[in-house]
């Protein structure tokens, strides 16, 4: 099983506060939360 350091979120355009908190209560740490969209570009790069 893949460390859960290792997994990466990033959450997008309105996600709810509950769903950050559920995932760090499981362990995850690298979560990146935005309220809003992002430009296709930089949308690209965040995934890559």
Do not use: C, M, W
Not at 6 to 25: C, M, P, S, Y
Request: hydrophobic fraction near 40%; glycine fraction near 6%.
């Amino acid at each position: 099983s893949l460390d859960k350091s290792k997994i990466r979120f990033l959450l997008l355009e309105g996600v709810h506060q509950n769903a950050v908190d559920t995932l760090k209560a499981a362990g995850y740490t690298n979560i990146e939360y935005l309220t809003g969209s992002l430009p296709e570009a930089e949308l690209k790069e965040k995934i890559a």
